[in-house]
């Protein structure tokens, strides 16, 4: 008897997508299939490791390829762990688990999906591009129960009970009429060897009468020599490592020797993944120790700021049983983790030169990267001297550190930076107006990290790292004749806008830094910035601790000095109420905040503008 279950939210969505629209190349379907029969064999031989009874179950691991014309069938078959019906109801009752609403919108949002099918693990459902019905029939390995699960990928799934004399799975594919040339064994060889001859497994082709042939070369394509590799056997093996459909930004094969030894094959991909900032994302290496696969996720391995580097690694000198709780506690694989760091490090520093080469990686992880001036003691200031940065010299060209000290002015002493969500709002913060006076380089800082780097790397190559607000009045703009209002008058001003405005701003101070802008925010040194404060309500944090702001008044601007010498008029009073609720809100939105009152801000301005014709 069967059961007949209904696909999950969106899958039958999600599947026409993938079977009509997801691909550009239908063959790749064998490459996702073989690849998931060699996962299968990794994770049988790790079990064995703690489970010696299945021994017997992980012999002769292999993957095999049985095309039959006359039926217009394929089936791949693996002997490696096998799935219960449990597993059969949560990996393919399930497309992407956690991401199939987040794929369907990339997919409409890139109008092609083709590099992101490998984040959001539907592979398996790329065989109903070319089958009209998919068979599936295993057994899990020390389990006795054998699993039917059936389904033509649009009404649902059935499952049932079978027999299955041993452990592992095997896909059936009733090929659809116009598919019949995937049951050519010339033309199966052909797809085996271009996309999946690095599998450390046989793949053995029945070539019917002319009995069976094992089409790849079946070695780690890590223990290889490097002159022995094309870069289409890398990239191949990026593809079945990572799941991605890219092509890898950086392909990094070495061999570590001297007291500790281990091989790494790493990548950087080209393209974010959908899930790079989402907390429950899973990262690390693949390890494998003399061959034998360990673990498919060793976040110990790498840093988080990291994540993005996929590959994996293979040591002789840890043991082969290392544990979970080993691997966080062995000072070896500390080591091997440092000597990782140091040498992708040392890549970008490599590829850092060529500009264009590089913002394809910036683009797609700098984000990320920055956390590790954060994170990363020991290597702060060499990932610092990998970041760019946007700023004021050139929003369409960013910047390095060390470019930005190359055009420093010879009085100045400190890297000015501001931070913002946007590059154009940061830009145009009035807190900038004396620094462009003077032409001084900022730092244009739009990332949330950026809240918090530049308050453990204070200083870079003996240059401190300043917020623009902890300049005071070091860049005073020269006004030649310029007018200001008189000082007795800014007292009884500033006195009276900070009882207006009590409870809204600290204080209401007299600023030098300000050319064009009447007014402008900022906080005490030592208090939270106005930008992270925003940042933490976005993430309905706390902000107990918030800082009241401090509202800068320009003395040299044509509206201050009007409104310093109507101060004294009580028949002005109601107007300058008025204009310093106006002059506030203003210095509010410069900083991209929300004001109090819309409405009022708007009926005012529209009275004052019709009253200037």
């Known amino acids: 008897m069967s059961d007949k279950m209904e696909f999950r ?8 997508i993938v079977i009509n629209s997801l691909y550009s190349e239908k063959q790749i379907f064998l490459r996702e299939l073989i690849s998931n029969a060699s996962d299968a064999c990794d994770k049988l031989k790790y079990l064995v ?3 010696p009874d299945l021994a017997k179950s992980a012999a002769n691991l292999q993957i095999k390829i049985l095309p039959d014309a006359e039926k217009n069938t394929l089936k791949i078959s693996d002997n490696g762990i096998g799935m219960n019906r449990d597993d059969l109801i949560n990996h393919l009752g399930t497309i992407a688990k956690s991401g199939t609403a987040d794929f369907v919108k990339n997919v409409k949002d890139n ?24 068979e599936i029939l295993t057994r899990k390995a020390g389990e006795d129960k054998a699993w039917k699960w059936i389904s033509n990928g649009t009404d649902g799934f059935e499952i049932s009970e079978a027999q299955k004399e041993s452990n592992g799975t095997e896909i059936t594919l009733f090929l659809k009429e116009a598919e019949k040339q995937y049951t050519d064994t010339i033309y199966l060889r052909q797809i085996i060897r271009l996309y999946s001859d690095h599998i450390g497994y046989p793949i053995v082709l029945n070539l019917g009468k002319a009995g069976e042939e094992t089409v790849n070369t079946g070695s780690a394509l890590w223990a290889r020599n490097k002159a022995e590799i094309t870069k289409d056997q890398y990239n191949e093996f990026y593809h079945h490592v990572s799941k991605n459909f890219d092509e890898p930004w950086m392909t990094l094969h070495f061999k570590a020797e001297g007291n500790l030894e281990y091989t790494g094959l790493l990548f950087i991909p080209s393209t974010q993944p959908y899930d790079l900032f989402q907390p429950d994302r899973k990262n690390g290496l693949k390890l494998y120790v003399n061959r034998v696969f360990i673990s498919d996720k060793v976040e110990e391995l790498l840093p988080n700021y990291l994540r993005f580097v996929k590959g994996i690694v293979d040591s002789s000198d840890l043991p082969l049983n290392i544990s979970r709780e080993m691997l966080q506690q062995n000072p070896l694989v500390a080591k091997i983790r440092n000597g990782i760091v140091g040498r992708i490090l040392k890549e970008l520093k490599n590829r ?29 200031e060499e990932i610092a001297s990998l970041s760019m940065f946007h700023s004021t010299s050139d929003q369409n060209k960013l910047t390095t550190l060390d470019d930005y000290i190359s055009r420093m002015k010879p009085e100045q002493k400190a890297i000015y930076y501001i931070t913002g969500d946007d590059v154009k709002v940061a830009d145009n913060n009035p807190q900038l107006e004396a620094f462009k006076a003077n032409g001084i380089e900022v730092l244009l800082l739009v990332d949330p990290i950026d809240e918090f780097w530049p308050q453990v790397l204070t200083k870079y190559k003996d240059k401190e790292i300043k917020h623009v607000s902890q300049a005071k009045d070091e860049f005073k703009p020269v006004r030649d ?50 930008h992270l404060e925003r940042l933490m309500r976005s993430h309905q944090q706390q902000t107990a601790f918030a800082s009241l702001r401090v509202l800068e008044v320009n ?16 028949a002005q009073k109601q107007k300058l109420s008025d204009m310093t609720r106006m002059l506030y809100d203003q210095a509010l939105i410069a900083e991209g905040e929300a004001i109090k009152n819309p409405s009022f801000f708007a009926e005012k301005l529209s009275e004052y503008m019709a009253a200037s014709f």
């Open 555 to 570: 003395p040299y601007h044509p509206l201050i000095i009007k409104l310093a010498e109507a101060v004294g008029n009580k």
């Open 352 to 380: 850092i030169g060529k500009y264009d080469d590089y913002m394809t990686f910036w683009n797609a992880f700098g984000a990320a990267f920055k956390e590790g001036i954060y994170e990363d003691f020991g290597n702060r």
């Open 111 to 134: 109008g092609s999906g083709i590099d992101l099918i490998g984040q959001f693990g539907v592979g398996f459902y790329s065989a109903f591009m070319v089958a009209e019905k998919v």
């Open 481 to 530: 004749n310029a007018v200001k209002a008189k000082d007795e008058d800014l007292q009884k001003l500033t006195d009276f806008m900070a009882k207006e405005l009590n409870g809204e701003v600290a204080k209401v101070t007299v600023t030098e830094k300000l050319t064009t802008s009447p007014v402008s925010l900022t906080v005490e040194d030592g208090q939270m910035s106005i």
């Open 9 to 16: 939210a969106e899958v039958n969505k999600m599947l026409d």
């Open 49 to 51: 490791l703690t489970h």
